[in-house]
């Protein structure tokens, strides 16, 4: 489903990128998206990707990204307090770095996509949720909470990134307040739910006048 739903991120950006776009990844981690985006979109000249961990990108490029690695420009850096220059992106995307942040940070994020953007400029980010209204909630929740991380425990030598996912997405719940930031700092936006809610994802493009 997570390969899927960053597919489904890339898909629904809603315009053709310029031939030598300049892409920002925010909370890029290992840059699972980058195959599709670039699938999609391969005249992309440039990705830029921040993330808060200098270890993912080095892992990134050499696990992952073999042969792409003189598009890709890695910032180490809080995506929130990124000072990045105003309007160099034709596009901002994200895939699964929502989640942590509250409704204030998710306030500050809208900003930064708004502010990184060029005029005309498109964005698409995606998030998983808590399906609300799924009548199979009961059973997606166990899975998060306790399947997930009990898997990664047991089966990936103890690690535990997933420890906090059944809280952190049964908090962030969808991308509808994140959608209202996005409104409110002028850009024109559309959410779409995926599988009942399981994931939600944003899209839309800051206006050209
Ligand atoms: C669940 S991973 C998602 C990674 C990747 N985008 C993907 O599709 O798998 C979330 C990433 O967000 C990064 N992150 C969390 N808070 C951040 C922040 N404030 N600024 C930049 N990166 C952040 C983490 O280091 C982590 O790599």
């Not at 770095?97 to 996509?113: E, H, I, M, S, Y």
């Amino acid at each position: 489903m997570i390969w899927l739903w960053r597919r489904a991120c890339i898909a629904a950006i809603p315009n053709l990128l310029p031939r030598d776009a300049h892409v920002v990844d925010l909370m890029a981690g290992t840059g699972e998206v980058w195959p599709h985006l670039l699938k999609r979109f391969p005249g992309i000249n440039k990705i830029t990707a921040i993330d808060i961990s200098a270890g993912m990108h080095a892992e990134a490029v050499e696990r992952l990204h073999q042969g792409r690695e003189k598009r890709i420009t890695h910032l180490n850096a809080n995506a929130l307090e990124t000072d990045l220059p105003e309007g160099i992106a034709d596009c901002v995307i994200s895939t699964f770095g929502l989640k942590t942040f509250n409704k204030d940070q998710q306030a500050v994020l809208a900003r930064q996509v708004a502010r990184l953007l060029k005029p005309g400029g498109t964005f698409s980010l995606i998030e998983a949720g808590d399906p609300v209204r799924w009548r199979l909630r009961p059973l997606y929740r166990f899975y998060m909470t306790r399947c997930l991380p009990a898997v990664e425990l047991l089966f990936l030598k103890g690690a535990q990134d997933f420890s906090m996912i059944g809280q952190y997405t049964a908090q962030f719940v969808d991308c509808a307040h994140f959608a209202e930031c996005l409104h409110k700092e002028g850009l024109l936006v559309t959410q779409t739910a995926y599988v009942f809610g399981c994931a939600s994802g944003v899209a839309g493009h800051k206006p050209a006048g």
